[in-house]
C-alpha cells in the first residue's frame, strides 16, 4: 500500500465515523416543483439560453453541466452508431479500489451529467426506472459499476473533486466524503436553490440563488461540509429562467449570471470571490465560459440572439483581461465550450454537433455531429461530451474524434 492509498484509507474512516448531517430547510423543497420538470427532461428554452462554464482545473478535474430548455429548436440529428472507446488509444489499467463496492448497470440508464478527476476515474449521474443512478468507472469508461444515489429524485448534476469527496445537486445539495458509499444533504445559508457546484486547489465553489433574487457565492474546504458565503452578490435578470455558471482553473475562477443576456459575474483570485467585468456583456445574447489555465480562458457569445443575429462568436481573454472577439463559429446556439489547451477551441451545440479549431480560430471544422449538451477535458487529450439524447462521447486524442462510451457492467 503507497502513502495515496493509506491517506485515502484513513480519510474514509475518519468521515465515516463523523456522523450525519441533518437535512436541509424547508426552502430547498420549495423550488423542486418550479425548476426541476424542465431540466430532468433535458429540454431547453431558446428564449433561455443558460450557459455552461467547463475548465481544466489544476487536480485535473472535469465537470459538466445540465442546460435545461423547454423545447427543441427545429433541427434534430440522429444518433451515431454505437461504438466503443478505442483499446489503441486508451489504457486500462484500473485505479485501486476506494469508495463502495459497485454492482451492476441498471436497466434502462440514461445519462444526464458526467465528472472526471483523472483519466481512469470518472463518475455519470443519470436515472434508471424514474429513480436516480449513479454510475463509477476506474478504467477510463471501460467498465461502470452503480453506487448509492442520493434518494432524491431531482438531482441533474454530479461533480467529484477527487476520489472520496463528491456532490450531487438540483435544486438542492447533497455530499459525499466516502467515495459515494454515503451521501447527506448540506444548506448553504441563505440559499434556496443550487445552480452549480465546482472543485478545485481543494476547495469547492458554489453558486447559489437566495430569497432575495440575488447570485451568492459559497466556499468549503472539499472534505468538509463547512459553506461560507461570500459577502459580495451577483444581481438576476428580468427574464425567466436565470441560470448562473462556474468554471475553475486552480486557484482562479470566474461566474457568469445569465438570464437571456449577460447580467453579472464575479471573479475568484486571491481565495475571495469580487466583481468582475465579463465578456459579452453588451452582446444581447448569452455566454458560456472555459479554461485550461489561468490565462487560456475563452468565451462562446450568442451574439445579437435578442437584437439582430450575428451568429456565434468565440472570445480569447488577454493578458490584460480584456476579451477579444475572435470571428464566428461554424454552429448557431452553443450549448458547451472547452479549450484543453491554447490553440484549441471547441464548441458544441445541441443541434449542430461540436466544431473545433486546433490552429487558434483560423480554421474551424466540424468533428461530430451528435447533438451535445455538455463538454469538457479532464487531460489535453481525453475529453468527454454528453448529448441531447443520452449518450456519454469520449476522445483520447485532444477533440479529433469522439466515440461513444457504452455502459456497461
Known amino acids: 500500500m503507497n502513502d495515496d492509498e493509506l491517506v485515502d484509507q484513513l480519510r474514509t474512516t475518519l468521515r465515516t465515523q463523523a456522523g450525519r448531517i441533518t437535512s436541509g430547510p424547508d426552502a430547498w423543497e420549495r423550488f423542486v416543483s ?10 431547453r428554452n431558446r428564449a433561455i439560453v443558460p450557459m455552461a462554464v467547463i475548465g481544466i482545473a489544476a487536480a485535473v478535474v472535469i465537470a459538466f453541466v445540465a442546460l435545461p430548455r423547454g423545447h ?15 483499446e489503441s488509444t486508451t489504457t486500462t489499467t484500473s485505479v485501486p479500489a476506494v469508495g463502495p463496492p459497485g454492482g451492476p448497470v441498471p436497466a434502462g440508464f440514461e445519462a444526464m451529467s458526467v465528472t472526471f478527476v483523472s483519466a481512469q476515474e470518472g463518475w455519470v449521474l443519470g436515472t434508471a426506472a424514474s429513480s436516480t443512478a449513479i454510475l463509477r468507472t476506474r478504467d477510463g469508461g471501460h467498465s461502470w459499476a452503480s453506487i448509492p444515489a442520493p434518494p432524491s429524485t431531482t438531482l441533474t448534476t454530479v461533480r467529484f473533486a477527487d476520489r472520496l469527496d463528491g456532490w450531487a445537486y438540483g435544486p438542492g445539495l447533497w455530499s459525499t466524503h466516502d467515495g459515494g458509499a ?16 465546482e472543485a478545485s486547489a481543494g476547495s ?6 437566495t430569497d432575495s433574487a440575488q447570485v451568492r457565492m459559497a466556499t468549503s474546504p472539499i472534505g468538509t461540509d463547512s459553506w461560507a458565503v461570500a459577502g459580495m452578490s451577483i444581481p438576476v435578470g428580468g427574464g425567466p429562467v436565470p441560470r448562473a455558471e462556474i468554471v475553475l482553473s486552480g486557484r482562479s475562477g470566474w461566474v457568469v449570471e445569465v438570464d437571456r443576456t449577460v447580467v453579472g459575474a464575479a471573479q475568484l483570485a486571491g481565495g475571495r470571490w469580487t466583481a468582475w467585468l465579463p465578456p459579452c456583456l453588451d452582446v444581447q ?35 490584460d483581461g480584456r476579451f477579444i472577439d475572435e470571428g464566428t463559429v461554424p454552429v ?30 483560423h480554421t474551424w471544422s466540424q468533428v461530430d455531429p451528435s447533438p451535445v449538451e455538455q463538454l469538457g477535458f479532464t487531460t489535453p487529450t481525453q475529453g468527454v461530451a454528453m448529448t441531447a439524447d443520452h449518450r456519454l462521447l469520449m476522445t483520447v486524442d485532444g477533440g479529433h474524434t469522439w466515440n461513444q462510451v457504452t455502459f456497461s457492467s
Do not use: K, M
Request: charged fraction near 10%.
Open 34 to 43: 418550479g425548476n426541476v420538470t424542465a431540466a430532468r427532461d433535458r429540454r
Open 72 to 86: 427543441s429548436r427545429g433541427v434534430s440529428v440522429g444518433a451515431q452508431p454505437p461504438q466503443t472507446v478505442p
Open 182 to 197: 454515503t451521501w447527506h444533504t448540506v444548506a448553504i445559508p441563505g440559499a434556496v436553490q443550487v445552480s452549480a457546484v
Open 204 to 209: 469547492a465553489q458554489a453558486a447559489v440563488f
Open 285 to 319: 445574447g448569452p455566454a458560456l465560459l472555459a479554461a485550461s489555465s489561468d490565462t487560456n480562458v475563452v468565451a462562446a457569445c450568442d451574439v445579437g440572439l435578442w437584437a439582430s443575429y450575428q451568429g456565434e462568436h468565440w472570445y480569447q481573454r488577454q493578458s
Open 332 to 361: 448557431r446556439h452553443a450549448s458547451a465550450v472547452a479549450t484543453p489547451v491554447q490553440g484549441v477551441v471547441l464548441v458544441a451545440s445541441d443541434d449542430g454537433g461540436i466544431a473545433a479549431t486546433f490552429d487558434g480560430g
